[in-house]
């Protein structure tokens, strides 16, 4: 069974310059998540969609990031215009559905900004 | 405010010794416990879970124990083996209110030297 895929794995972009991550979920999760993880510290939750539905987005900066998850199955998180402290891992996840606890992590999408 | 904390970022042990990581949380209503695993340049993985009404789940070399009245998860690795060197992260989460959200600790470093 294939797992979470993310890509980019790796970008480096300017500040005030717009970046997007893609994310593919396990086939048939209904639960998807974007965590921003920053250097030694634990994942920390961005959005969480269930099917097309953004049901948790309170974490979510709105004046800079947007996400979207169209006919609910693969997500993009956008981030326009980057800022330097928006250097950090963006991972993504994905469930069977919301009272699955067991989320399964992609690789993660490593941002750097100059 | 830190719900889930790792005290110790780093944790040192001989092969074949037992591995002791440790998490506190501070949310009472905290009804599931999960530990990842997470390798350089990889995503978190799943390893092990417990729910609120029990204070022991083992699977092969893992066990994780929870002390509600503490507050306090541990998991355990016996033998302890070189690959077994990794981030590990505890998450919990509460689910009537908060539909599985998980809340990460920072995360403990294990290093397993032959």
């Known amino acids: 069974e294939a797992g979470v895929v993310q890509s980019p794995r790796y970008k480096i972009i300017e500040k005030k310059q717009p970046v997007a991550f893609w994310c593919n979920p396990i086939s048939g999760h209904n639960t998807l998540y974007w965590y921003l993880q920053n250097l030694g510290q634990g994942p920390e939750l961005l959005i969480r969609y269930e099917n097309e539905e953004a049901v948790d987005d309170s974490q979510l900066p709105k004046d800079r990031f947007s996400a979207e998850r169209l006919k609910g199955v693969d997500s993009t998180l956008k981030i326009q215009p980057a800022e330097l402290g928006d250097s950090a891992v963006y991972l993504c996840?994905?469930?069977?559905?919301?009272?699955?606890?067991?989320?399964?992590f992609g690789p993660g999408t490593r941002l750097t900004v100059l | 405010d830190q719900q889930v904390k790792q005290n110790s970022p780093s944790l040192s042990v001989q092969e074949g010794r037992i591995s002791i990581l440790n998490c506190d949380y501070t949310n009472s209503m905290f009804d599931y416990f999960l530990w990842y695993k997470k390798y350089p340049a990889e995503g978190p993985t799943f390893l092990i879970s417990i729910s609120s009404i029990k204070d022991k789940n083992e699977d092969g070399r893992f066990t994780v124990f929870l002390n509600k009245s503490a507050k306090h998860l541990s998991l355990h690795i016996v033998p302890s083996q070189p690959g077994d060197s990794a981030v590990y992260f505890c998450a919990a989460s509460a689910i009537d209110n908060q539909g599985g959200k998980l809340i990460f600790g920072q995360g403990t470093e294990l290093s397993v030297k032959p």
């Open positions: 996840a994905s469930s069977l559905d919301r009272d699955t606890d067991t989320q399964y």
